[in-house]
Nanobody, 115 residues
Framework: QVQLVESGGGLVQAGGSLRLSCAAS????????MTWYRQTPGNQRDLVAT???????NYADSVKGRFTISRDNGENTVYLQMNSLKPEDTAVYYC?????????WGQGTQVTVSS
């Protein structure tokens, strides 16, 4: 069982920055594919960014050039640096860990971007 705890969400003005963190409870994190998703009310959960255990990354087109995903395997933590935030980035952000065929989710953290 992997427990994930997100932090770093909040209210920010358009153009501002936030850094989200997702801490895992176990070092199995080191082999996990970590992904940030976001969800707005009434909509599906959308992929934002992914990072493999080897550090390869992938981003949704809507965040390319603005968001950066990274991981610290020593701290069992994945980060999402969000710059040049837009009101349309407002959502609950979730991190997920995929380990072999199992997927674990965090509880989510709210990000609100005011115009």
């Amino acid at each position: 069982q992997v427990q994930l705890v997100e932090s770093g969400g909040g209210l920010v003005q358009a153009g501002g920055s936030l850094r989200l963190s997702c801490a895992a409870s176990t070092s199995i994190f080191n082999i996990a594919v970590m992904t940030w998703y976001r969800q707005t009310p009434g909509n599906q959960r959308d992929l934002v960014a992914t990072i493999t255990s080897g550090g390869s990354t992938n981003y949704a087109d809507s965040v390319k050039g603005r968001f950066t995903i990274s991981r610290d395997n020593g701290e069992n933590t994945v980060y999402l640096q969000m710059n040049s935030l837009k009101p349309e980035d407002t959502a609950v952000y979730y991190c997920a860990a995929r380990v072999f065929s199992s997927v674990y989710w965090g509880q989510g953290t709210q990000v609100t971007v005011s115009s």
